[in-house]
């Protein structure tokens, strides 16, 4: 016994779970979503086609189509079974999320949930509010959870996290699990630590600004440059008239790179040089210990093989930075 529906496509509909507006519609490339939507009215008929047609019926590069149907695979949504795909079904999929049996519950556990509840409910509802118009998908729920327990970030820090990535049009889990990963890096679980953090993050991002005037970059640091004023700025906390006094000694360097200057300010740190007075006193030592050196040496005519002549010859090896 066969069953055929007897509806023309001018009265039939293709029904989009709201799950996948409220979890993929919003994060996905615009092209991705066009190819998804296709592949669903597809299956609804058990239609057959290829990528290279699929991308001429959309009017898309065939790289577009393949990537977006990586995408989806990726993300669960999709599952390629040799030359077949399936679509997975989405309202399970989050089901199976949300879904975390408890075998066992303590009295404690339950009076240290509940004295939580009230501020985290607060928190909760105000992101859903603030940040997606009172229309959370569940599975927020379960991430933000897992947030506050892996983390141990307060509420005000959570609603902080959630904000951070809204304004920079980001706010989707794996971006904010990597800023939340980030800021746990950093010691941050109140709002104190939090501010402190920023603080600390302002002035290396001025800093760096300067550094790239002074030295006339015009580029982007990488992200080794990044770390390497993160340590004078943050690590050996020098002011930029400290950190000024060694972009000085590059003048007469035809190329000088970071690696040259952190060795110097990393010099100077190990010796407890705080103050420019300190470093450029420490300076003049090392000029007169450098210009006895020489003097020493003009006097002395040791009878070596050229090889070893020349490593005596390194007056630089019998002096710091000047």
Same mark, same amino acid.
């Given at each position: +016994? ?49 990528? %290279? ?57 339950? %009076? ?23 229309? +959370? ?33 980001? %706010? ?34 001025? +800093? ?115």
């Amino acid at each position: +016994m066969n069953f055929e529906q007897n509806l023309s496509m001018l009265f039939s509909d293709l029904n989009v779970p709201e799950v996948f507006i409220t979890e993929h519609f919003c994060m996905a490339n615009g092209d991705y979503i066009k190819v998804y939507i296709y592949c669903m009215f597809l299956c609804k008929y058990n239609s057959e086609i290829s990528p %290279l047609d699929l991308s001429k019926k959309l009017c898309l590069p065939l790289k577009t189509v393949e990537l977006a149907l990586k995408y989806w695979e990726e993300q669960d949504i999709i599952i390629k079974k040799q030359n077949t795909y399936i679509l997975s079904d989405l309202k399970k999929l989050e089901v199976d999320k949300l879904y975390k049996p408890k075998v066992t519950s303590s009295l404690e556990d339950a %009076l240290d949930t509940n004295s939580k509840n009230v501020l985290r409910t607060q928190a909760i509802n105000e992101i859903n509010s603030v940040f997606f118009q009172g229309v +959370m998908s569940p599975t927020w729920y379960t991430d933000i959870d897992t947030l506050f327990v892996k983390y141990q970030f307060d509420e005000d820090v959570m609603i902080s996290l959630f904000r951070y990535c809204f304004d920079r049009q980001a %706010l989707h889990k794996k971006y904010l699990f990597t800023v939340a990963e980030a800021w746990h890096s950093n010691n941050i679980k109140n709002m104190n630590d939090l501010e402190k953090y920023y603080l600390q993050y302002e002035k290396s991002n001025q +800093m760096k600004k300067t550094i790239c005037k002074k030295l006339g970059i015009t580029r982007k640091l990488s992200q080794y440059e990044e770390a390497y004023v993160d340590r004078w700025t943050i690590d050996y906390n020098y002011p930029i008239d400290i950190i000024e006094l060694a972009l000085k000694k590059t003048t007469s360097k035809a190329n000088p790179s970071f690696d040259y200057i952190d060795k110097i300010i990393t010099d100077w740190h190990e010796k407890k040089l705080v103050t420019a007075d300190e470093i450029q006193a420490y300076s003049k030592e090392q000029k007169e210990k450098y210009k006895t050196v020489k003097e020493v040496a003009k006097t002395i005519t040791p009878k070596y093989t050229d090889g070893e002549t020349n490593q005596y010859n390194d007056l630089s090896k019998f002096y710091a930075n000047i």
